[in-house]
């Protein structure tokens, strides 16, 4: 008799469980996604990121949040880029 409970108190806890498992899996994609990010500013693929490459990347990204070229971003133009940003995920 106690044998069949403490199995049964294992199934129930394998299957709650399960959930957890889920979330894990989900997370992966996401530390890939920081992998290849790290690719993408580490320009001369040496395997790390210098000051040079760390700037021109911000540079870019100010670029990107500025696109009128006027050294400043509005918060029109914040705005605009985080809208942009979570439309394209
Ligand atoms: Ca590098
Ligand atoms: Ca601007």
């Known amino acids: ?3 069949k409970l403490i ?3 294992l199934a129930v806890m394998c299957l709650l469980t399960q959930p957890v498992r889920a979330e894990n ?3 992966a994609p996401a530390a890939k996604t920081d992998a290849s990010q790290f690719d993408k500013i580490d320009a001369d693929k040496n395997g790390k990121i210098s000051k040079e490459e760390w700037l021109a990347y911000q540079t870019e990204v100010f670029s990107k949040i500025c696109p ?3 050294s400043d971003i509005t918060r029109a133009e914040w705005n605009e880029y985080q809208a942009s940003k979570g439309s394209a995920r």
Do not use: F, P
């Open 1 to 3: 008799m106690k044998t």
């Open 68 to 70: 009128d070229g006027d």
């Open 25 to 27: 899996s989900v997370a």
């Open 7 to 9: 199995l049964a108190t």
